[in-house]
């Protein structure tokens, strides 16, 4: 017999993971997305109603699955069958040692896959609360941005305040309008990355002078004014706007996403650039590059008078400027089980960017997970405990229980968190190198992120042998 329908609400990338996963483990879903729905207005963020839409960067980060967890992550995705990296590696553009997409050919592939999936059925409607009673198995997807309805009855249920935080989008400049006599490609480093060449950055230098007058400038910028209910809301500071960054101290932005190491100027050898502004390519034409780092909330006519500020962008044309958007996220050590159900309504599962992961990656993984445990609770499958080990364990761990509350921050010190191996148990066997010999020093540091990984995917291998039943779907053709 073919088990009741699984109700996943929202098409992010959370979503249409956690329905990819379920439906290739046998069982019907359908998935619901507000976007595209009659009269429906869209988001805030969101430009087209494509599901999985990337609306913030168009990069997956790091694809380096030896030293790095973000990578490392990633290809436990890539073991488990993830229809996000399967089209994330097929619409793949240059990005050094990062895995970049173009972000409409990954939607459209996304949206595809799922339209022609013979388990998979997507409505477009916007819930106006709770899901139904008679939906007795829900995932809510809904992401950073949950239709106000939505995000009132779940505090509402909870008796719990919903944290927020802003979070920013970078600008996107016309290739073509880049001054090619100042700016140059190169990866930083020469990095040659997942599909890249070691030249897949354009790069804009400033020497000291012009960088202070840029600081000067992003600090005096007039930015978009705040709705009163978002006034309080904090920034989350993996994503914060690059005016923000510039109030932080002067130099702040050399450290960050302008640091000029691993970098020679063609145009200038012999001069070490002050400071640096990275674009990457931002869909497969490369028609688009994006500002690397450069979420910005400055009012439009201000912004782009301060971005032509930087060499090479004097007559940049933009395809899009930056804009901030609100993120709601729950607090999910206090409100979730391991299981990833509302303790207070069990039929309701949660995963992605609303259960306090931050990034891409780790919204589609949570979202992979809790589809396969929904399912795998649909078919009467017992799944064995995800290892603490894997990135994708670590993430869990950390949602639902992993943080720990200080005694003066209270139960609001939960914070939104991407992987990193700050999360991962602590590794603690020898450290040696490639040739087996003991590494000491500073070397230590990178040997034992490698361990990690090693020991990450190891026990990705392992629980994936141990699934008996739960088969691993395999990616889209």
Same mark, same amino acid.
């Given at each position: 017999m073919t088990p009741d329908p699984i109700h996943i609400v929202g098409g992010g990338l959370a979503g249409s993971e956690a329905a990819w996963q379920a439906a290739s483990m046998g069982v019907p879903v359908v998935l619901h997305e507000m976007r595209g729905a009659p009269n429906h207005p869209g988001t805030a963020a969101h430009k087209t109603d494509g599901l999985a839409e990337l609306v913030c960067s168009n990069s997956f980060r790091s694809d380096d699955a030896i030293s790095n967890a973000v990578g490392v992550l990633h290809a436990e995705?890539?073991?488990?069958?993830?229809?996000?990296?399967?089209?994330?590696?097929?619409?793949?553009?240059?990005?050094?040692?990062?895995?970049?997409? =173009?972000?409409?050919?990954?939607?459209?592939?996304?949206?595809?896959?799922?339209?022609?999936?013979?388990?998979?059925?997507?409505?477009?409607?916007? %819930?106006?609360?709770?899901?139904?009673?008679?939906?007795?198995?829900?995932?809510?997807?809904?992401?950073?941005?949950?239709?106000?309805?939505?995000?009132?009855?779940?505090?509402?249920?909870?008796?719990? =305040?919903?944290?927020?935080?802003? =979070?920013?989008?970078?600008?996107?400049v016309h290739t073509e309008s880049i001054n090619m006599e100042k700016a140059w490609f190169q990866s930083r480093y020469d990095k040659v990355g997942p599909g890249g060449t070691g030249k897949d950055y354009i790069n804009c230098a400033m020497d000291e002078a012009l960088y202070?007058?840029?600081? =000067?400038?992003?600090?005096?910028?007039?930015?978009?004014?705040?709705?009163?209910?978002?006034?309080?809301?904090p920034y989350f500071n993996g994503c914060l706007p690059i005016e923000v960054m510039a109030t932080r101290g002067r130099e702040t932005l050399r450290f960050g996403p302008m640091k000029p190491v691993g970098l020679t100027n063609p145009h200038d050898p012999a001069t070490k650039p002050y400071a640096v502004v990275q674009l990457r390519q931002d869909n497969a034409l490369g028609t688009l590059f994006n500002l690397v780092g450069f979420q910005t909330k400055i009012k439009y006519g201000a912004q782009s008078d301060i971005l032509r500020m930087i060499p090479g962008l004097e007559e940049a044309k933009f395809a899009r400027l930056g804009g901030m958007h609100r993120n709601t996220y729950l607090n999910s050590p206090v409100l979730l089980n391991g299981q990833m159900r509302l303790k207070a309504q069990p039929r309701l599962r949660f995963a992605g960017q609303i259960t306090g992961c931050e990034g891409y990656i780790e919204s589609a993984s949570v979202?992979?997970? /809790?589809?396969?445990?929904?399912?795998?609770?649909?078919?009467?499958?017992? %799944?064995?405990?995800?290892?603490?080990?894997?990135?994708?364990?670590?993430?869990?761990?950390?949602? /639902?229980?992993?943080?720990?509350?200080?005694?003066?921050?209270?139960?609001?010190?939960?914070?939104?968190?991407?992987?990193?191996?700050?999360?991962?148990?602590?590794?603690?066997?020898? %450290? /040696?190198?490639?040739?087996?010999?003991?590494?000491?020093?500073?070397?230590k540091g990178l040997a034992r992120k490698q361990a990690m990984a090693r020991r990450a995917l190891e026990h990705c291998d392992a629980w994936v042998a141990a699934l008996d039943g739960a088969a691993v779907p395999q990616a889209a053709e």
């Open positions: 995705m890539r073991k488990l069958g993830s229809l996000i990296m399967a089209e994330g590696d097929k619409n793949q553009v240059p990005a050094g040692g990062a895995l970049a997409v =173009d972000r409409d050919g990954f939607s459209d592939g996304v949206s595809q896959a799922l339209a022609e999936h013979p388990l998979i059925t997507v409505e477009r409607g916007e %819930l106006d609360g709770l899901p139904p009673e008679d939906w007795d198995s829900v995932i809510i997807a809904t992401g950073p941005l949950t239709s106000p309805a939505l995000a009132e009855a779940i505090l509402k249920l909870t008796g719990e =305040d919903a944290l927020a935080f802003f =979070d920013a989008i970078a600008p996107i202070n007058r840029f600081i =000067d400038a992003l600090i005096e910028a007039d930015a978009h004014d705040f709705k009163d209910w978002e006034k309080d809301t979202g992979l997970y /809790t589809g396969r445990l929904a399912a795998a609770e649909r078919l009467g499958i017992d %799944l064995p405990p995800l290892p603490a080990t894997t990135a994708l364990g670590a993430l869990v761990n950390h949602i /639902t229980g992993g943080h720990v509350v200080a005694v003066d921050e209270g139960p609001r010190s939960f914070q939104p968190m991407n992987i990193n191996f700050g999360l991962f148990p602590p590794y603690e066997g020898p %450290l /040696t190198d490639a040739e087996g010999n003991k590494v000491k020093g500073k070397a």
